[in-house]
């Protein structure tokens, strides 16, 4: 898969018969064996490892419930109650396939951020990026259609609400609306095709997982340093150094995940999605997965409806032009002192955007406060907190990012991994 | 000992992650509504190694099947539930809920619809252990037109499908007040502090003080003395109240005890399981970093 | 076969020919995939049983004065609101230069029938349902994204862009109509 030559020494004859017929166990070798790891790797980029855990334990689950549920609008809530109830260990699936939704969002967020602060998008791994940034949509679009199928208030009037993103889409909007639902309303033929699609994406995340795995081993991983692979010094082969790094984060994030799954299974939930959906009433307050508030708030940022659907994809799509919005010649911002604020306050914003996103648009963001009506609402409301923190979401990539990027006077940068930790351990003992 | 810091940052990291993603939730709760709140004695099932507490389990059925179930259906749950592991009629001695004397004796106080296997006849006949409980209402409408145009919801995951949960059932069932003055209350409506609404349309005063809560069409369903316990507790408002919120509960997660449990197991095993990789880890690195 | 043709299938032969030969192929390539995408891409529009759907009666006395009664027609909740003098009377006196979708109270009702307000429940921004006499101005209230509508269903305040729909309907008698 890489540059790198392969050490891979067939030992048995059984070996070397499939060596010279299908190369897989090489190919698994020299990809997760002897693979040369950079060899200042800190903890987030543990968060690989972890993603792919939690990809294989929502197919895994996935499937197992597929075997007990029943895509029908007048079975489908009672379905799910039924595995909670019924199903040899249901309960303990459905939950872990519920909150494991959660963890795997947490994970991309914090390996998406990892790769922002540390360049890991910029050349040569510019396609690994979007790969990445590929994967991250196929999970919001699979997370969205699985929230549908337990058929709840929320699934419902979730799945009314997205669908009719579409609907906003001027002149072909309707047409491809009702395609989208198979009717004119979110009904059978919607449940129905959203969990065959649910079954499927999952496959095809897995599928642009292999290809960014791939990328990621043609041009090397990013470190901290930001620095390439100059010797073999830098690195450490990935078995066992990555392995067992990894392997401690896995634990780690497994037992935050068990703190959910079996002493808080339902506080990242709605309660209203334990009430069957009931297409006549909307509850109160509709909001989706707290892993989708960003962008929600982006949405309602903008008062009208076909831009704010723009402006809502358009914060993904500004993703993946990231390569080409960085222009800075360093990677890592460890040794960017500028950007690296602009890259907190970034990750302060996508967070307020969040909060923002769970709020009623017309509420007050300090009670009591005076305000004035600026256009169309009370500036101390947060409808202009969320337009506040928009408008630094895309200036953050569309203007920060190529600005800074030029004037920038960057940190010196080391001259190799090694020497970078070296420096590390030095200022330790010093 | 760069990595135990990182460790430690890590945790504290995902810890602050786990509280805001837990907080965001409740926030959105606040809709105008009191804050619900539990009995003065508390629940027996909240925290993390909370159990059901079978006696008040037990007469926590009693109330719903003499008072709820009048009304309010169940679809949910079988009689044989009412035997199983953490359940109210448990009897260690019957491992099959089906053969527990007490819930057969339960199924056949109830009678369920059913279709003459030989005549093909609609027939009634004793509800068994298998059968679910029985709703109330034919179908939907039959409720609404029962009940003032307002379908009384199923109570099987009543205590999931509310923000508070056994606490919110407890506090609208002893909740119930006159309304106050500058409030229009509709005939066939009663006011509740605790009952998710916005009444501000029905609301005369100023718009900046509008009472807390909302109208259900639900009239104060409980009262001291109704429902005569069999154990000799005080049958008072707030007793029944509890009793059968925690009976909803356990209705609605009867495995909780179960999941709780392993769960203590699994976080044991993970931090064992933790500490033996944690260790393999410093020794592969020894000198590496 | 003459010669000239033997020699073009040696390999010399007319370039234009060749071209179109694999042009012609290309094509064929082409539709066979457009073909059977057509039935693959329209099995997801509505089938014929959803489409088959029939108009709806209803009985108006059992709607109260001051008061609407939701029904289903076509998968979405349809308002049937029996509005009393003030709401009448405050929907008719708002100028069209108030409105974001200027449409006068009389467009929306028929002629003689202005206590009755027949509407799809919808909102016109993303489909959630409105709440019944909710809101700034005595109409509805979209609990999703914050639409004020008023006591014509016109769209006052929020992000809707149009007044709420006001479905095909007829009175086939002083208390019935038919929705559709």
């Known amino acids: 898969m890489s540059d790198h030559p392969s050490t891979y020494v067939p030992k048995t004859g059984i070996e070397k018969w499939l060596d010279s017929r299908l190369p897989i166990v090489r190919l ?133 609400v997205i669908t009719n993103l579409i609907g906003s889409i001027p002149v072909i909007g309707t047409p491809i609306l009702t395609w989208l639902q198979g009717g004119f309303a979110v009904d059978q033929a919607t449940l129905n095709r959203f969990f065959s699609l649910h079954y499927l994406l999952p496959f095809v995340i897995a599928g642009v997982v292999i290809l960014h795995i791939w990328a990621l081993h043609v041009s090397g991983q ?116 500028v950007m690296r604020w602009f890259f907190v306050i970034f990750v302060v914003v996508c967070l307020g955007l969040g909060w923002c996103g769970a709020q009623l648009p017309d509420a007050q963001v300090i009670p009591g406060f005076p305000s004035f009506n600026l256009i169309d609402g009370q500036l101390n409301s947060y409808l202009w907190l969320t337009r506040l923190f928009t408008l630094y979401y895309f200036a953050f990539f569309l203007f920060i990012m190529p600005w800074i990027g030029l004037k920038e006077d960057p940190l010196p940068v080391p001259a190799s991994i090694s020497e970078a930790v070296l420096a590390e351990h030095n200022k330790k003992k010093g | 000992m760069k990595s135990l810091k990182t460790i430690g940052l890590k945790t504290v990291g995902a810890l602050i992650a786990a509280t805001v993603m837990a907080s965001a939730v409740p926030a959105l709760a606040a809709g105008g509504a009191q804050h619900a709140h539990e009995p003065k004695e508390g629940f027996s099932f909240t925290g993390p190694f909370g159990t ?186 707030s007793h029944q109240a509890a009793d059968v919120a925690a009976f909803l509960e356990w209705a609605g997660e009867p495995k909780a005890t179960l999941r709780k449990k392993t769960g203590v197991a699994v976080l044991a095993y993970l931090l064992l399981f933790f500490g033996l990789t944690y260790a393999s880890y410093r020794m592969v690195w020894r000198g590496k970093h | 076969m003459s010669e000239p043709e033997n020699a073009a299938a040696a390999g010399h032969d007319d370039p234009s020919r060749r071209d179109f030969i694999y042009i012609a192929a290309g094509a064929a390539a082409v539709g066979t995939v457009g073909a059977i995408a057509v039935p693959l891409v329209a099995q997801m529009n509505p089938a014929a049983d959803t489409l ?16 609407q009664v939701v029904i289903k027609w076509r998968g979405k909740p349809v308002f049937i609101r029996s509005r009393n003098a003030t709401e009448i009377k405050a929907a008719e006196d708002t100028p069209l230069s108030e409105l974001k979708d200027p449409q006068t109270d009389a467009e929306r009702v028929k002629a003689g029938k202005e206590q009755w307000l027949i509407l799809v429940g919808s909102c016109t921004h993303l489909g959630c349902v409105p709440t019944f006499g909710a809101g700034d101005y005595g109409g509805w209230f979209c609990p999703c994204h914050g639409s004020h509508y008023d006591t014509s269903g016109r769209i006052r305040k929020g992000p809707a862009p149009t007044n709420l729909v006001v479905p095909e309907y007829d009175f086939l008698t002083d208390t019935r109509v038919k929705i559709g």
């Open chain 1, 28 to 160: 698994a070798y020299d990809s997760f064996v002897d693979y040369p790891t950079p060899k200042n790797l800190n903890y987030w980029w543990t968060f690989g490892g972890i993603l792919s855990v939690c990809l294989a334990v929502q197919i895994i689950t996935g499937i197992i419930l597929a075997m007990h549920y029943t895509p029908h609008i007048d079975y489908a809530f009672n379905s799910v109650e039924r595995i909670m109830r019924d199903v040899n260990y249901g309960w303990l699936i459905r939950y872990v396939h519920a909150n494991g939704a959660s963890m795997f969002f947490f994970a991309v967020y914090v390996h998406m951020l990892r790769g922002l602060y540390y360049g890991s998008y910029k050349a040569p791994r510019e396609v690994l990026w979007i790969l990445g940034c590929i994967i991250f949509f196929l999970m919001i679009a699979t997370a969205f259609m699985g929230y549908v199928l337990p058929w709840g208030q929320m699934s419902f009037h979730g799945a009314v």
């Open chain 2, 52 to 237: 059901y507490d079978q006696a008040q389990l037990q007469r926590g059925y009693k109330v719903y099947r003499e008072v709820c179930a009048a009304c309010h259906s169940m679809n949910l749950l079988s009689f044989r539930n009412l035997g199983e592991k953490d359940g109210p009629f448990y009897d260690p001695k019957f491992k099959n809920p089906n053969d527990n004397p007490v819930v057969k004796q339960i199924a056949s106080e109830f009678e369920v619809a059913d279709i003459d296997s030989e005549t093909g006849d609609a027939i009634t006949r004793k509800a068994t252990t298998s059968d679910r409980f029985p709703a109330p209402f034919p179908n939907t409408a039959a409720a609404a037109a029962s009940n003032g145009g307002a379908v009384p919801p199923d109570l099987s995951v009543i205590t999931k499908a509310r923000h508070g949960g056994a606490s919110y059932v407890y506090s609208l069932l002893t909740g119930y007040k006159a309304p106050p003055a500058g409030l229009k209350i509709a005939e066939g409506q009663h006011y509740n502090p605790y009952f998710p609404g916005d009444l501000t349309s029905a609301w005369s005063g100023d718009h900046k003080h509008v009472p807390a809560g909302g109208v259900l069409a639900m009239a104060p369903p409980l009262s001291a003395g109704q429902v005569t316990f069999d154990d000799g507790r005080e049958s008072t408002l």
């Open chain 3, 52 to 67: 088959a759907l029939a108009s709806t009666e209803f009985d108006l006395t059992k709607v109260q004065e001051g008061q």
């Open chain 1, 222 to 337: 990013n470190n901290p340093a930001g620095v390439e692979i100059k010797s073999k010094e830098d690195t450490v082969p990935f078995t066992p150094y990555a392995t067992v790094k990894d392997g401690v984060a896995i634990i780690a994030f497994l037992f935050l995940f068990s703190v959910f799954v079996f002493f808080m299974p339902n506080s990242l939930g709605h309660a209203d999605n334990y009430i069957q959906a009931n297409p006549l009433v909307t509850p109160a307050h509709i909001v989706p997965e707290w892993y989708l508030l960003t962008f929600y708030a982006i949405l309602r940022a903008i008062p009208d409806k076909f831009l704010g659907v723009v402006a809502m994809f358009g914060a993904i799509a500004v993703i993946f032009a990231l390569p080409w919005l960085d222009t800075s010649k360093v990677k890592s911002m460890r040794y960017r002192p």
